[in-house]
């Protein structure tokens, strides 16, 4: 069978546990591994090594690029940035609290299927939709027949997987809370995207 026809095997994960210069505002900065998050992706590593993982990709944030760079070194291959894996932008909205209302309110208007609505500065829902899901497929397009290791963020992880393939896994959307480099199981191929297991829970506690 041609590679064309094999299926990628990509198992994304959200980055590991990771601190701030300001955790408690809203903000795009990168963070920085703590030294938990340094053990998560070592286990994650670890536990991958019967996977015969061919790559690591990783979004261009800093927390991301740490865990994706330990990733790969434990499994003796290599890691690449990809623009599009970002987490979404807080766009004019940084500086605020944490649990901001408006914020709030444009994510869950994109949960309930209103992508038009956008963070004031930052992206709509469509935009994060198709950035995202084209960064996967290019990933996919280049291991057809392999699995690779994805690491990216737990919001855009958390609204776009449930969405990339029709119709929409609302039992995903329900588990939308995703615990540190625990991965989802996508398969990829000329029909498009399904989801093979998915880590979310509906315990916010885990985040």
Known sequence: MSDLFCPAT???ARHADAEY????????????????????????AESLRDRRVARVFTSTMQRAVESGALAAQVLGVSAVE??????????????????D??????YQAW????????????ETGEQVLARFKEALQEIADLHRGETVLVFTHGGVMSFVLPRIASPVRRDLVAREFLPNCDPAELEVDADGFRVLSWPGTSDRAVV
Do not use: M, N, Y
């Open 21 to 44: 210069g300001h955790p408690h505002f809203l903000s795009d900065e990168g963070g920085w591994l703590t030294d938990q998050g340094k053990e998560q992706v070592r286990a994650l």
């Open 82 to 99: 990809v623009e599009g894996l970002e987490e979404f932008s807080v766009g004019a909205l940084a500086g605020r609290d944490f649990d």
């Open 10 to 12: 990509l198992l994304i």
């Open 101 to 106: 209302p408006e914020l709030e309110s444009v």
């Open 111 to 122: 949960r309930h299927g209103d992508l038009g609505r956008f963070i004031p500065g930052g």
